[in-house]
């Protein structure tokens, strides 16, 4: 693999990461003074709210949020063009929200909500549309700031609407739309993307064969809200908000993995469309996702370790026993991470096709399996984690056969890990005496086997160099 390569990589991941990572590390420090300001049933309905946002998201947006990032990117359309037929595209999609507003007003749930919604998914699209347009312009460091922001705004408005105000479930929500409303326009007006808003060029058989590649990614995301989300609502349903507020609550420690990973990703679909008519392809593929794959089981298996310490430090006294969801989940993230890092080869290929059709499988497991584990067996919260890493295994299975062509995995070091985790994951659980003992050798064993691959990276960026000339 190219040491220049590697080090774009990492040097776009650091500066992304530098931009989004300390201030989403805030928020989580912001977890305790949240659950202890929100109540179970509080915290449980403001996770529903915004749950139910992230799914309609998509189908406001005809998926073209997420594929701003490819179409700008690539050669087959000009940035400009992209840009100019995102705001018809846009503006279609507002027109079909209208649709379903009256739908959501006559579910009594939500129907005291509908307001916040509308609210919370346009500014999500707006926000969307322009983070992903600066990326593939390769404004990097505008695309970082806006991410620091962001969250300095959320935490912001989270802090005066739910202590001063006392604004509870909906001062929670509200405060992420405001916070997207004024970061897009910091950035509209930061990279002057006004000049490139052009109306007389924009030609609807353009936008048609662009949204052949973007609306496969609706239903794609809608299956992967099945797998991430409808465990909540159905936590909800059978057990009520108490015990769901416990499992929204325990989602946050593994989703710092998420964090990481979407930093990562950002990163690496720029390096992954720069590379893709290089002749090497395969071999950098797979030597990135070797290295990236021995970190995230290392920083899984320490977050496992480490989970009831974890929520004893994050969470108010209340919610400690939201503890023994995050093993499972955590093991769950790990493996999520990996299927998001194998999709990137389908968008570099702009087949959005396959994609799909490994979310579906992923979702149907998922909800299958929800229904039985919660439904039929009644094992609540604990049932819920085991039934999404199932699915996300699913999803990760079917990814990695059919890019098999472009990124070679280590399926003995694979298996291996998996088979730590796991153990790692049931020590944990069970908590018999004097089981840190065990869950430290075995994290031991996890770091031996994936130490290599993370240093030999370290090692190609000129990293490991740069400490000892410091020394």
């Given at each position: 693999?190219?040491?220049?390569?590697?080090?774009k990589?990492?040097?776009?991941?650091?500066?992304?990461?530098?931009?989004?990572?300390?201030?989403?590390?805030?928020v989580?420090?912001?977890?305790?003074?949240?659950?202890?300001?929100?109540?179970?049933?509080?915290?449980?309905?403001?996770?529903?709210?915004?749950?139910?946002?992230?799914?309609?998201?998509?189908?406001?947006?005809?998926?073209?949020?997420?594929?701003?990032?490819?179409?700008?990117?690539?050669?087959?359309?000009?940035?400009?063009?992209?840009?100019?037929?995102?705001?018809?595209?846009?503006?279609?999609?507002?027109?079909?929200?209208?649709?379903?507003?009256?739908?959501?007003?006559?579910?009594?749930?939500?129907?005291?909500?509908?307001?916040?919604?509308?609210?919370?998914?346009?500014?999500?699209v707006?926000?969307?549309?322009?983070?992903?347009?600066?990326?593939?312009?390769?404004?990097?460091?505008?695309?970082?700031?806006?991410?620091?922001?962001?969250?300095?705004?959320?935490?912001?408005?989270?802090?005066?609407?739910?202590?001063?105000?006392?604004?509870?479930?909906?001062?929670?929500?509200l405060?992420?739309?405001?916070?997207?409303?004024?970061?897009?326009?910091?950035?509209?007006?930061?990279?002057?993307?006004?000049?490139?808003?052009?109306?007389?060029?924009?030609?609807?058989?353009?936008?048609g064969?662009?949204?052949k590649?973007?609306?496969?990614?609706?239903?794609?995301?809608?299956?992967?809200?099945?797998?991430?989300?409808?465990?909540?609502?159905?936590?909800?349903?059978?057990?009520?908000?108490?015990?769901?507020?416990?499992?929204?609550?325990?989602?946050k420690?593994?989703?710092?993995?998420?964090?990481?990973?979407?930093?990562?990703?950002?990163?690496?679909?720029?390096?992954?469309?720069?590379?893709?008519?290089?002749?090497?392809?395969?071999?950098?593929?797979?030597?990135?996702?070797?290295?990236?794959?021995?970190?995230m089981?290392?920083?899984?298996?320490?977050?496992?370790?480490?989970?009831?310490?974890?929520?004893?430090?994050?969470?108010?006294?209340?919610?400690?026993?939201?503890?023994?969801?995050?093993?499972?989940?955590?093991?769950?993230?790990?493996?999520?991470?990996?299927?998001?890092?194998?999709?990137?080869?389908?968008?570099?290929?702009?087949?959005?096709m396959p994609?799909?059709l490994?979310?579906?499988?992923?979702?149907?497991?998922?909800?299958?399996?929800?229904?039985?584990?919660?439904?039929?067996?009644?094992?609540?919260?604990?049932?819920?984690?085991?039934?999404?890493?199932?699915?996300?295994?699913?999803?990760?299975?079917?990814?990695?056969?059919?890019?098999?062509?472009?990124?070679?995995l280590?399926?003995?070091?694979?298996?291996?890990?998996?088979?730590?985790?796991?153990?790692?994951?049931?020590?944990?659980?069970?908590?018999?005496?004097?089981?840190?003992?065990?869950?430290?050798?075995?994290?031991?064993?996890?770091?031996?086997?994936?130490?290599?691959?993370?240093?030999?990276?370290?090692?190609?960026?000129?990293?490991?160099?740069?400490?000892?000339?410091?020394?």
């Amino acid at each position: 693999m190219s040491k220049n390569r590697t080090r774009k990589l990492i040097g776009n991941t650091a500066v992304i990461a530098a931009g989004q990572f300390g201030s989403k590390i805030l928020v989580y420090l912001l977890t305790r003074l949240y659950t202890s300001l929100l109540t179970n049933t509080e915290y449980s309905v403001a996770s529903n709210i915004s749950d139910l946002a992230v799914l309609i998201i998509p189908l406001v947006s005809l998926g073209f949020g997420e594929a701003v990032f490819r179409l700008a990117k690539g050669s087959e359309y000009s940035k400009k063009e992209v840009f100019s037929d995102s705001f018809v595209i846009f503006v279609f999609g507002c027109l079909l929200f209208a649709v379903i507003v009256p739908v959501l007003s006559s579910i009594e749930y939500f129907s005291n909500y509908v307001l916040l919604i509308v609210f919370y998914v346009v500014a999500s699209v707006i926000h969307t549309f322009c983070s992903n347009y600066i990326r593939a312009k390769g404004m990097v460091g505008l695309y970082a700031v806006q991410g620091i922001i962001n969250t300095a705004f959320v935490i912001f408005f989270n802090v005066i609407f739910l202590i001063p105000f006392k604004m509870s479930s909906v001062g929670y929500v509200l405060s992420v739309p405001i916070a997207d409303m004024l970061v897009s326009v910091f950035v509209v007006v930061k990279a002057k993307l006004w000049k490139d808003f052009d109306p007389a060029a924009i030609r609807l058989p353009r936008i048609g064969s662009m949204l052949k590649y973007s609306i496969p990614l609706i239903p794609t995301t809608v299956f992967m809200w099945v797998v991430n989300i409808s465990d909540r609502f159905m936590v909800t349903y059978f057990c009520g908000d108490a015990v769901n507020g416990l499992y929204s609550a325990a989602y946050k420690i593994p989703t710092l993995l998420g964090v990481m990973n979407s930093i990562f990703i950002y990163a690496w679909q720029i390096s992954a469309m720069d590379e893709r008519g290089c002749a090497d392809r395969k071999r950098f593929y797979t030597n990135v996702f070797d290295s990236y794959a021995s970190f995230m089981f290392i920083a899984g298996g320490a977050i496992i370790v480490c989970s009831k310490l974890v929520t004893s430090l994050m969470f108010a006294k209340t919610y400690y026993n939201a503890w023994i969801y995050i093993p499972i989940l955590t093991f769950a993230m790990v493996i999520h991470n990996f299927s998001s890092f194998l999709d990137s080869e389908n968008m570099v290929r702009l087949k959005s096709m396959p994609t799909m059709l490994t979310a579906l499988a992923g979702a149907a497991t998922n909800l299958v399996l929800n229904l039985l584990f919660i439904g039929v067996f009644g094992w609540g919260g604990i049932g819920a984690a085991v039934a999404t890493y199932i699915s996300y295994m699913t999803t990760f299975v079917l990814r990695a056969k059919i890019v098999g062509g472009s990124i070679v995995l280590q399926l003995p070091r694979m298996v291996t890990n998996n088979i730590l985790m796991l153990l790692l994951v049931v020590v944990t659980m069970i908590s018999f005496k004097g089981y840190i003992v065990v869950d430290l050798l075995l994290f031991a064993l996890l770091c031996l086997l994936n130490a290599r691959p993370v240093l030999r990276t370290f090692e190609r960026a000129g990293i490991a160099r740069l400490f000892k000339a410091r020394r």
